[in-house]
Nanobody
Framework: QAQVVESGGGLVQPGGSLRLSCAAS????????MGWYRQAPGKQRDLVAV???????NYVDSVKGRFTISRDNAKNTVYLQMNSLKPEDTAVYYCSSLGGTSWPYVRLGSWGQGTQVTVSS
């Protein structure tokens, strides 16, 4: 199974930006779909953004127009650029490799430790 390490979280004011990174190990990164999930306190872990192996992207409605997912296959890394952050974006963010052909996909990889994003003034 692919292993991942998430980083880049922090405390940011509403309206601010953060860029998260997910470094993945294991073979064949370039053929994997990859996704970012988030889990707010007391809530389930939900998929919020996907980048497929051909570079197509898809997002949950609540982050469309504000978040951008991208990948660098040479670095085995997936990014999540988060702009116009809102307090409701506060959560631990995780990445994983995905299976399937459409939303909500199927998580294939192991969970990493996640990275905490806190949006507060």
């Amino acid at each position: 199974q692919a292993q991942v390490v998430e980083s880049g979280g922090g405390l940011v004011q509403p309206g601010g930006s953060l860029r998260l990174s997910c470094a993945a190990s294991g073979a064949f990164f370039n053929i994997r779909h990859m996704g970012w999930y988030r889990q707010a306190p007391g809530k389930q872990r939900d998929l919020v953004a996907v980048v497929t192996n051909d570079g197509s992207t898809n997002y949950v409605d609540s982050v469309k127009g504000r978040f951008t997912i991208s990948r660098d296959n040479a670095k085995n890394t997936v990014y999540l650029q988060m702009n116009s952050l809102k307090p409701e974006d506060t959560a631990v963010y995780y990445c994983s490799s995905l299976g399937g052909t459409s939303w909500p996909y199927v998580r294939l990889g192991s969970w990493g430790q996640g990275t905490q994003v806190t949006v507060s003034s």
